[in-house]
C-alpha cells in the first residue's frame, strides 16, 4: 500500500509540475545560440572566480591550520583568531564589505578579484577548519613515532599526517567546494556579472522586449547549470570516499 | 560658535552614524532573527518528512526525497529565493498572506519559504544520517514486536537519533542564520538591509559596515558557543572531530 502511494505521488508530482512546465514554458528563447553564448559568458566569470578561490582559500586555510596548530602562541592566537572571526561572519557580508569599502580605501581591482578576495576571506577560515580536524584525527601515535625517527616538525605534516589526514578531509573538502561554487551566486547581488547575473539580465531583456516572460525557464536553466557542476564534484567526492 | 558646527557637519565623528540609526541596526537585528525562526521552524518539519520519506521502504517516495534534496542542496540559495520571489508570481502565485490580522509580505514569506527549503535539504540528511546511525537491529526487532512502520520509528528510532542529530542540526541553523544575510538582496529588512539603508543615508559606508560586522558576531558567536555545548555534552568524544563534518551550506 505504502509503496503504491510512493509511486502515485511521484506520478501526480511529474503530471502536475514537470509536464506542464516543459508544454506551457516559453523555452523558444533557449533554441537561440546567443542565449547560450550569453549565460556561457556569465559561467566563464562564475568558473574563473570559483577556481582562483579555491586554490587561493586552500593554500590560505592550510597555513591557518598549521598555524593554529603550532607552538607559537603568538601565531596561533591570531590564526584561531581569524579562524573564528571569519566564520562567524556571513559569506555575503564579507564579499559586500569588500566590494563596498576595498574602492573607499583606494584599492581598484577588476569586479572578479573583489569577488575572489571575499570568497577566499570566509572560505580560507572554512577550510583551515576542516584541515586542522583533519590533521587532529590522525592518531598521535604516528606523531610521536615520526618524531622518534628524527623527521621535522614540517616533514611529519607532509610525509606522515598529511597522506593519511588528507582522505578524511576529502568529502568536507568537496562539500566546501560545493559551497564555494554557490557563494559565487553572492557576488552577483553586488555587482559581478557571473552566470546568475547572466540569468537575470537575460529575462529582465525578455521581459521588457515583446514575449512571453522567461523568469521561471531562465532561473532553471541557471540552476540546472549550477546543479550539473556542484553534482558532478558530489560524485568525484563519493568516489574518492570509496576508494579511500 | 557657527564655523565649529559647520565644521562638525563636514565632518562628524566617527561612529555618529552608527550611533543615530541604533534603532535601525536594532530593528534589523531583529528581523534576521525572526526570518531565522520561522525558516528554523519550517525547514525542520520539511527536513523531518523528506528524511523519513527517504528511509521508507517506498520507491517512488524515495526518488522524490532524493530529487528534493539533491536540487536545493546543489543550487545556490540565491537562485532559490530569484525562483520563489520573481518567478512564482508569474504563475500567479503570491506568497504573501495575512493570519490573525498580521500581515506577511511577499518578501518576507518568499525568503523564509527558500531558505527554509534550501536548510530543509540540508536538515533531511543530517536526519538521515542519524536515523542510519541506529543499528538495523533495533527497527528489527520493534518490527518482530508487532508495531507499526510508524510506531517503529516514532517510539524506538526517532528518540534515539535526536542525540545523533542535535549537534549538526545546530551547525546548519547556525548557518542558516549567517545565508539569511541575502534576502536582504529582495527587501526583506534585515540587518543587511538596513544597513543599505543607513550607508544611502549617510555615507559613511566604512563605519556602517564595519558595525554590521560586530551586529552579526553578536548573533552567530553566542549561537556558536551554544552549539560547542551541545556537541560536547551529546557527543563528547566527537565533539573534537566534529568540525570535520561541519555544516558547508
Redesign the interface.
Known amino acids: 500500500m505504502?509503496?503504491a502511494?510512493?509511486?502515485?505521488?511521484?506520478?501526480l508530482?511529474v503530471y502536475f509540475l514537470v509536464i506542464p512546465a516543459a508544454r506551457f514554458g516559453n523555452w523558444s528563447p533557449f533554441g537561440a545560440l546567443t542565449t547560450w553564448e550569453f549565460l556561457w559568458v556569465g559561467l566563464q566569470v562564475t568558473l574563473f572566480v570559483a577556481v582562483f578561490s579555491v586554490v587561493i582559500s586552500t593554500v590560505i586555510g592550510f597555513c591557518l591550520a598549521l598555524g593554529r596548530l603550532s607552538n607559537n602562541s603568538l601565531i596561533k592566537t591570531f590564526c584561531a583568531g581569524y579562524i573564528?572571526?571569519m566564520?562567524?561572519?556571513?559569506?555575503?557580508?564579507i564579499i559586500?564589505?569588500v566590494f563596498?569599502?576595498f574602492p573607499?580605501?583606494g584599492i581598484k581591482l577588476p569586479s572578479p578579484w573583489f569577488a575572489i578576495i571575499g570568497l577566499s576571506l570566509y572560505t580560507s577560515a572554512?577550510m583551515a577548519?576542516?584541515f586542522?580536524?583533519?590533521i587532529?584525527?590522525v592518531e598521535k601515535g604516528q606523531l610521536e613515532a615520526a618524531y622518534a625517527l628524527g623527521l621535522k616538525p614540517f616533514h611529519t605534516v607532509m610525509y606522515i599526517i598529511l597522506p593519511q589526514a588528507l582522505r578524511?578531509?576529502v568529502?568536507?573538502i568537496v562539500?566546501?567546494l560545493?559551497?564555494l561554487v554557490?557563494?559565487?551566486?553572492?557576488a552577483?547581488?553586488i555587482a559581478l556579472q557571473e552566470l546568475?547575473a547572466a540569468?537575470?539580465q537575460l529575462?529582465e531583456y525578455y521581459g521588457q522586449t515583446a514575449g512571453k516572460?522567461i523568469?521561471?525557464e531562465t532561473?532553471?536553466v541557471?540552476?540546472a547549470i549550477?546543479?550539473v557542476i556542484?553534482?558532478i564534484l558530489?560524485l568525484i567526492s563519493n568516489r574518492l570516499e570509496i576508494k579511500g | 560658535m557657527i564655523i565649529l558646527a559647520q565644521a562638525n557637519e563636514a565632518a562628524p565623528a566617527f561612529g555618529s552614524a552608527v550611533v543615530t540609526y541604533l534603532p535601525n541596526f536594532l530593528w534589523g537585528m531583529l528581523m534576521t532573527v525572526n526570518v531565522s525562526f520561522w525558516a528554523a521552524i519550517v525547514s525542520f518539519v520539511i527536513g523531518l518528512v523528506v528524511a523519513l520519506l527517504r528511509v521508507t521502504p517506498s520507491g517512488g517516495l524515495k526518488i522524490v526525497a532524493i530529487a528534493f534534496t539533491e536540487f536545493f542542496r546543489n543550487t545556490p540559495l540565491y537562485v532559490q529565493v530569484l525562483v520563489f520571489y520573481f518567478g512564482l508570481p508569474k504563475l500567479g502565485m503570491k506568497l504573501g498572506f495575512e493570519i490573525w490580522g498580521w500581515s506577511v509580505s511577499d518578501q518576507f514569506a518568499a525568503g523564509t519559504l527558500a531558505l527554509a527549503l534550501y536548510t530543509g535539504a540540508y536538515v533531511a540528511e543530517a536526519i538521515r544520517s542519524g536515523l542510519l546511525a541506529i543499528p538495523k537491529g533495533q527497527s528489527e526487532a520493534a518490527r518482530s514486536l508487532g508495531l507499526t512502520l510508524l510506531q517503529t520509528l516514532r517510539l524506538v528510532v526517532v528518540p534515539q537519533a535526536i542525540r545523533l542529530v542535535l549537534p549538526p542540526l545546530g551547525n546548519l541553523y547556525s548557518a542558516m542564520l549567517k545565508n539569511s544575510a541575502l534576502l536582504s538582496s529582495i527587501g526583506v529588512a534585515d540587518l543587511m538591509f538596513q544597513a543599505e539603508y543607513v550607508n544611502n543615508r549617510t555615507f559613511a559606508t566604512f563605519e556602517v559596515y564595519t558595525a554590521v560586522v560586530f551586529f552579526y558576531l553578536a548573533l552567530t558567536l553566542p549561537m556558536g558557543w551554544f552549539v560547542h555545548r551541545l556537541e560536547k555534552r551529546y557527543n563528547p568524544l566527537r565533539a573534537k572531530t566534529l568540525r570535520l563534518q561541519g555544516a558547508h551550506i
Open positions: 505504502f509503496n502511494a510512493g509511486w502515485l505521488i511521484l506520478g508530482l573564528e572571526f566564520r562567524a561572519l556571513p559569506s555575503y557580508l559586500f564589505y563596498i569599502v573607499k580605501v572554512v577548519e576542516i586542522r580536524a583533519g587532529l584525527s578524511r578531509m568529502p568536507s562539500s566546501q560545493i559551497t554557490k557563494d559565487t551566486s553572492l552577483s547581488i546568475t540569468g537575470r529575462y516572460p523568469v521561471l532561473l532553471f541557471v540552476a549550477y546543479f556542484c553534482y558530489a
